[in-house]
């Protein structure tokens, strides 16, 4: 029926894995929901049938989401998150480029207190920490919610073993955060950005930071600049000196404070304290996103969109830096 909720990364050898909720009775968040998964070989061009990662219970109202990958780029493992039915949180993992995948192992346990309720991991992508002291940290951004309360804080899991166990980090101090991407900045802080709720200031999105690889995270401040219908978004690192010229990291989300419409990606110069590019990517209706950079460095954003409603299709945007710049930037190392 519609498919929804993408979350896009590359592998080692260049291979594209872009997955995806199948929601198979209706449009809804909850019901008869797969994962599902689709493979390329060539940057994004050409597109491999539809795999299915994990389903349950056939026709069952059981619902498995919220997709969240990373790779590991020590070993070439892609490590996969999800939830079923946003209480119980699994990995599977891809030793092949994601043609094949492990029997998925529920963490539940390990990543999640006993009073929290909703659990949702991601959705989007997850990260790698590359500066010490936390090198090889694979760190999955997830949210939970207090029912009870109407309370939802944004959190971390991560391993420090390559995907053999999981272990949780902290929260967010803000109880009205969710939907969470993390990127780390050269100096090692990780920066969190989130999905905002009221009363907050719902139209911005939420900032925190962390300086001991995701055990405690600072209070969020609200970005001016980015603003939001109240919706995900997906942020990721495109360069670092001294490897390249200059530090860029790119933002995408429905850039409207009105409805979900106007994909927009976004460049910052600055490790996120301000965006000194914003380029519309699609002007329609639109919602979830996630970033991806391409090994010849091609950035990637996979959204969902469409000419009437958001949801008629899931698509992947393909351009250049200095596209997303008009030619007022050019990679240089």
Request: include cysteine; charged fraction near 25%; hydrophobic fraction near 30%.
């Amino acid at each position: 029926h519609t498919y929804r909720i993408p979350s896009i990364v590359v592998t080692n050898s260049g291979t594209l894995l872009a997955f995806c909720e199948g929601r198979k009775a209706s449009q809804s968040d909850h019901g008869d929901v797969d994962l599902v998964l689709k493979r390329s070989t060539d940057g994004g061009r050409m597109w491999g049938p539809m795999q299915l990662i994990y389903e349950e219970g056939g026709s069952a109202n059981i619902t498995i989401g919220n997709p969240t990958a990373v790779v590991d780029r020590q070993t070439g493992t892609v490590w996969l998150a999800f939830c079923r039915d946003n209480d119980r949180v699994f990995v599977t993992h891809s030793d092949d480029d994601g043609a094949t995948w492990a029997k998925p192992r529920e963490i539940t346990k390990d990543v999640k207190i006993d009073w929290w309720t909703w659990y949702a991991t991601g959705p989007g992508h997850g990260t790698q920490l590359t500066r010490p002291p936390y090198k090889g940290r694979l760190m999955i951004p997830s949210n939970h919610t207090n029912a009870g309360k109407k309370q939802c804080w944004s959190h971390v899991f991560f391993s420090d073993d390559h995907g053999r166990s999981w272990q949780l980090g902290g929260n967010v101090p803000d109880d009205h955060t969710s939907e969470p991407e993390i990127v780390e900045l050269v100096d090692g802080t990780l920066m969190m950005n989130t999905r905002n709720w009221p009363p907050r200031e719902a139209h911005r999105r939420a900032v925190s930071l962390s300086t001991d690889g995701g055990k405690t995270w600072t209070e969020p401040y609200h970005d001016q600049t980015l603003i939001t219908p109240h919706c995900q978004g997906s942020i990721i690192r495109y360069t670092a000196a001294p490897e390249y010229d200059r530090n860029r990291i790119l933002f995408s989300n429905p850039a409207s404070t009105r409805t979900r419409e106007k994909m927009t990606v976004r460049l910052s110069y600055d490790e996120g304290k301000t965006w000194a590019i914003s380029k519309q990517i699609h002007p329609g209706p639109s919602a979830y996103s996630c970033l991806v950079v391409l090994p010849d460095m091609t950035i990637g954003c996979v959204y969902e969109g469409g000419q009437t409603h958001r949801r008629e299709w899931i698509r992947l945007a393909r351009f250049s830096l200095e596209w997303l710049t008009d030619g007022a930037d050019r990679l240089s190392k």
